[in-house]
């Protein structure tokens, strides 16, 4: 992915024109080595809040912030896509289900225990909602990211079942 526009310019984040391309990619490698391999679809928590708080370029900071924190998590071989400006799917390689979960758990607390200051103003309570899922055999890599936002907003209705 060295082509021009690979990365989000503001993230340097893989862009999201290429998860279809790394998706199809370990799919063909599954089918040769059979390693398992799981999506991870992350929301930050109530982005529209934080940018009535602190406006544009406050909610921009945090987005990055949230981007390198996510980024740092990974390993080398896990790929990082910035979905848009508060929704981030990681690839995660050699991982099944099962400890896919354990790291979006782990990565959900710490940044809950991380806090930002943004032009002088502390971002208390952050939060991520994180959809898991596990490559099951379909060939399709849309189908696998509707899942993760299916599994995404089915997580997020059970924390807050109000907000459905």
């Not at 082509?3 to 063909?28: C, W, Y």
């Not at 009535?52 to 990974?74: C, P």
């Not at 758990?105 to 032009?119: D, I, K, M, P, W």
């Amino acid at each position: 992915l060295d082509v021009q526009g690979a990365r989000d310019p503001s993230t340097q984040l893989l862009n999201r024109k290429f998860v279809d391309t790394v998706i199809s990619a370990e799919i063909e490698t599954q089918k040769m080595s059979h390693h398992p391999f799981s999506i991870l679809l992350i929301e930050i928590d109530r982005f529209d809040d934080l940018q009535v708080r602190l406006g544009d370029e406050g909610a921009d900071i945090v987005a990055l912030r949230t981007a390198q924190m996510i980024f740092d998590a990974v390993r080398s071989s896990d790929s990082v896509f910035s979905m848009g400006r508060e929704r981030f799917l990681i690839v995660k390689v050699e991982t099944v289900l099962a400890a896919a979960n354990r790291f979006a758990g782990q990565l959900a607390e710490r940044y809950a225990s991380t806090h930002f200051t943004v032009n002088g103003k502390a971002v208390l309570e952050c939060s991520l909602s994180i959809g898991v899922i596990e490559y099951d055999g379909h060939p399709d890599p849309r189908e696998l990211i509707d899942r993760a936002h299916r599994e995404l907003s089915e997580r997020k209705a059970r924390r807050n079942p109000r907000a459905g």
